[in-house]
């Protein structure tokens, strides 16, 4: 699940997720079921590199290590499954939100030119 930066989520809690693009598919995983993990890792800050980047092996070492975390249905070279992300409500809510701004945006431009 990917969330806003702001949010906070505790692996000692119940986890609910859904599907973005059919959002009445739900689930719910209970603790022990899932992990939680920060992957934004600060490269820059005031102007300043503070990232260090680990030597090739290591590099090499975490991608094997995640590659396992796949299902071997979505590492398959033919026909593989779609590997499905799923968002935070608060994060789906801006999504749509923007989208709709956007889309409302676009129509009134759209519409300044026809005869109604």
Request: charged letters at 35%; aromatic letters at 8%.
């Amino acid at each position: 699940m990917i969330c806003l930066e702001e949010e906070t989520f505790s692996s000692d809690k119940r986890l609910k997720l859904f599907d973005p693009a059919e959002t009445w598919k739900r689930t719910v995983m209970e603790p022990g079921e899932y992990s939680l993990r920060e992957i934004m890792v600060p490269i820059f800050k005031n102007g300043e590199c503070v990232y260090e980047t680990p030597p090739v092996m290591e590099i090499r070492d975490y991608c094997l290590k995640e590659q396992d975390t796949l299902w071997e249905e979505t590492r398959r070279m033919a026909n593989p499954h779609q590997i499905y992300v799923d968002l935070s409500q608060k994060l789906y809510d801006t999504k749509m939100r923007l989208l709709d701004e956007m889309s409302r945006t676009h129509l009134n431009l759209d519409m300044e030119g026809t005869v109604g």
